[in-house]
């Protein structure tokens, strides 16, 4: 299985600060089609999880401008250019091109 | 407005079996990959199992194979998880999500494996 790792797993941040966090997949990502299928998922606290980020860079519909995704081969950075009170919460990345697609253990954001 | 709720959950003894059921809305079943994905209490996220639209194709990680089927009705928007054999490590909360790598999520529900 591929194995996905983030660092740091916490991350306190100053409200209007910016904030990164790295995640790192154990084998190239790379689909036989061409795409890359390395997502980044928010989960709130008592909330669902939501996707914010799709194949390495697309923001999902409604997702603010202020995160952004990037990265290649088999390492991968989001990015919250100014952190809001409402983005406390665990990050997860997760790649969904080998099966059995896994997750990464999630990155705790919270305000300092 | 797409929206996709989950029911069947509840306390089972080690063992036992239970049927998960996800009634999807605001949108057509038949067009989408779906998903089961669990959360432990406490713990991250595993992608459990996931088929294609027409259901010709079906995918299980390790732990469940064997155990678990999932299925689908795209006549009745109803995705579905057939659990047997459960195991207290598969207590967790259980969200079915649509598309290939889980655009859309439901609110979960709880299956708790427990003597």
């Known amino acids: 299985d591929v194995v996905m790792t983030q660092s740091p797993l916490s991350l306190p941040v100053t409200l209007g600060q910016p904030a990164s966090i790295s995640c790192r997949s154990s084998?190239?990502?790379?689909?036989?089609?061409?795409?890359?299928?390395l997502n980044w998922f928010q989960q709130r606290p008592g909330q669902s999880p939501r996707r914010l980020i799709n194949r390495v860079s697309n923001r999902d519909s409604g997702v603010p401008d202020r995160f952004s995704g990037s990265g290649s081969g088999t390492d991968f950075t989001l990015k919250i250019s100014r952190v809001e009170a409402e983005d406390v919460a665990v990050y997860y990345c997760m790649q969904g091109t080998h099966w059995p697609f896994t997750f990464g253990p999630g990155t705790k954001v919270d305000i300092k | 407005e797409v929206q996709m709720v989950e029911s069947g959950g509840g306390l089972v003894q080690p063992g036992g079996s239970l049927r998960l059921s996800c009634a999807a809305s605001g949108f057509s079943l038949s067009s989408h990959w779906m998903n089961w994905v669990r959360q432990a209490p406490g713990k991250g996220l595993e992608w459990v199992a996931n088929?294609?639209?027409?259901?010709?194709?079906?995918n299980y990680v390790d732990s469940v194979k064997g155990r678990f089927t999932i299925s689908r009705d795209n006549a009745k928007n109803s995705l579905f998880l057939q659990m047997n054999s459960l195991r207290a490590e598969d207590t967790a909360v259980y969200y079915c999500?649509?598309?290939?790598?889980?655009?859309?999520w439901g609110q979960g529900t709880l299956v708790t494996v427990s003597s």
């Open positions: 999500a649509r598309g290939r790598v889980g655009v859309d």
């Open positions: 088929i294609k639209q027409d259901g010709s194709e079906k």
């Open positions: 084998q190239s990502l790379v689909h036989s089609d061409g795409n890359i299928y």
